[in-house]
């Protein structure tokens, strides 16, 4: 029997959202091939930069991500995605005059990208409509641009199902810290012992909810396992529809 929860706050990327990577474009950058959000903005790059390669300022983002995401380790800023581009693009010599500018546009570019690319499995989409009579629900996601995060929401019909929707880029922070589980318990106007959540990620979303108190379910899809030292959480999950007969049986 599982505990009587009255809310339930969803991850939404690798949670409640998938992506079909086979549906963005491939690009050979540094001899690797890969696929990219970025490969088909070359347009709009050669607009605002003339004269870089597509190549050359992909390198540039993926060495800026992992020098925001080696910071955010510690402090769990989030930074939005314009701010990710204006230092690729500082870094590839885009003129100051448009710097910003073009960090915008290219920026909504690659979120547009990003929205075409996601998918609601039909069998979450089931368990929102089971849970929705029964449980307040709420969505606490890490993104850096919570336009698209309403985008891709709206487009695949989630919001009718959400009593609150909590993204790091607009709060300013992200998960693991505690403030986004906190303000999604806000937004269910529920106390945290009487609310579940669920998410794809431990050292983000497992880590997030044990330190704001609330318990939670970890969907570990690969069955990678725990990782080492790291206390279980009240559910592990190889599927989010096996939430259902944990929060729906006896109901």
Same mark, same amino acid.
């Not at 963005?24 to 950058?29: A, F, I, K």
């Not at 390669?53 to 995605?81: C, G, K, N, W």
């Not at 606490?140 to 989630?158: E, K, M, P, Q, W």
């Given at each position: 029997m599982g505990r009587p929860y009255r809310g339930v706050l969803f991850d939404l990327f690798g949670t409640l959202i998938s992506f079909d990577l086979t549906s963005l474009p491939e690009l050979e950058v540094g001899g690797t091939r890969m696929r990219t959000t970025?490969?088909?903005?070359?347009?709009?790059?050669a607009e605002w930069a003339?004269?870089?390669?597509?190549?050359?300022?992909v390198q540039a983002i993926l060495t800026v991500s992992d020098e925001m995401a080696r @910071?955010?380790?510690?402090?769990? @800023?989030?930074?939005?995605?314009?701010? $990710?581009?204006?230092?690729?693009?500082? $870094? @590839?010599?885009?003129?100051?005059?448009?710097l910003c500018e073009a960090a915008v546009h290219l920026s909504r570019a690659h979120m547009a990208r990003i929205a075409d690319a996601t998918a609601l499995p039909a069998a979450h989409l089931g368990l929102l409509n089971a849970l929705r009579p029964h449980y307040r629900i709420g969505l606490v996601s890490n993104f850096d641009d919570t336009a698209t995060?309403?985008?891709? =929401?709206? $487009?695949?019909?989630?919001?009718?199902?959400?009593?609150?929707?909590?993204?790091?880029?607009?709060?300013? =922070?992200?998960?693991?810290?505690?403030? =986004?589980?906190?303000?999604?318990?806000?937004?269910?106007?529920?106390?945290a012992t009487d609310v579940l959540f669920v998410g794809d990620t431990f050292r983000e979303d497992m880590v997030g909810a044990r330190?704001?108190? @609330?318990?939670?379910?970890?969907?570990?899809?690969?069955?990678?396992? =725990?990782?080492?030292?790291?206390?279980?959480p009240r559910y592990v999950l190889r599927a989010l529809p096996e939430l259902g007969p944990i929060l729906l049986d006896g109901r």
């Amino acid at each position: 029997m599982g505990r009587p929860y009255r809310g339930v706050l969803f991850d939404l990327f690798g949670t409640l959202i998938s992506f079909d990577l086979t549906s963005l474009p491939e690009l050979e950058v540094g001899g690797t091939r890969m696929r990219t959000t970025i490969a088909d903005l070359g347009g709009a790059l050669a607009e605002w930069a003339p004269g870089v390669a597509v190549p050359d300022f992909v390198q540039a983002i993926l060495t800026v991500s992992d020098e925001m995401a080696r @910071v955010r380790v510690y402090d769990h @800023v989030e930074l939005p995605s314009r701010e $990710r581009f204006r230092r690729a693009l500082e $870094r @590839v010599g885009c003129e100051d005059a448009v710097l910003c500018e073009a960090a915008v546009h290219l920026s909504r570019a690659h979120m547009a990208r990003i929205a075409d690319a996601t998918a609601l499995p039909a069998a979450h989409l089931g368990l929102l409509n089971a849970l929705r009579p029964h449980y307040r629900i709420g969505l606490v996601s890490n993104f850096d641009d919570t336009a698209t995060a309403y985008d891709i =929401l709206l $487009r695949h019909g989630i919001t009718p199902f959400l009593d609150t929707v909590v993204i790091s880029e607009a709060l300013g =922070l992200r998960k693991p810290h505690p403030a =986004l589980l906190r303000a999604g318990l806000r937004g269910l106007d529920l106390p945290a012992t009487d609310v579940l959540f669920v998410g794809d990620t431990f050292r983000e979303d497992m880590v997030g909810a044990r330190a704001a108190g @609330v318990d939670a379910a970890w969907l570990d899809t690969r069955g990678q396992g =725990l990782p080492d030292g790291e206390p279980a959480p009240r559910y592990v999950l190889r599927a989010l529809p096996e939430l259902g007969p944990i929060l729906l049986d006896g109901r």
